[in-house]
């Protein structure tokens, strides 16, 4: 089965970077989709960024494109979020996702694995 195992949250201030890894285990083949998700202020994950693995071709939310970025690591197994110039606002608790098959949507019911989440806190 596949696993992912987050790291990489805390408290930062406003401005400041953060960066979230996804170690992923259990993958036969590279033929997946990775994703990073947060919750709405209902409780509804959201996506904002997702990667290919195979090919390494990104897609970033409006939301937080220019400020995000989603890449890998292959060689680890790993996807990461740069967070850059963080606000307030993007305090929130933070999922790992992925999915068979390559990337087609940030729906989040579109992804089958998801990991334990962690906490981003953004203080002014």
């Known amino acids: 089965q596949v696993q992912l195992v987050q790291s990489g949250g805390g408290s930062v201030q406003a401005g400041e970077s953060l960066t979230l890894s996804c170690a992923a285990s259990?993958?036969?083949?590279?033929?997946?989709?990775m994703a990073w998700f947060r919750q709405d202020p209902e409780y509804e994950r959201v996506g904002l960024a997702a990667?290919?693995?195979?090919?390494?071709?990104?897609y970033v939310s409006v939301s937080v494109k220019g400020r995000f970025t989603i890449s890998q690591d292959s060689a680890k197994n790993t996807v990461y979020l740069q967070m850059n110039s963080l606000k307030p606002d993007d305090t929130n608790a933070y999922y790992c996702?992925?999915?068979?098959?390559?990337?087609?949507?940030?729906?989040?019911?579109?992804?089958?694995?998801w990991g334990q989440g962690t906490q981003v806190t953004v203080s002014s």
């Open positions: 990667i290919n693995i195979a090919d390494n071709r990104t």
């Open positions: 259990g993958y036969t083949d590279s033929n997946n989709c």
């Open positions: 996702a992925a999915h068979e098959n390559p990337c087609h949507t940030l729906g989040r019911g579109a992804f089958s694995y």
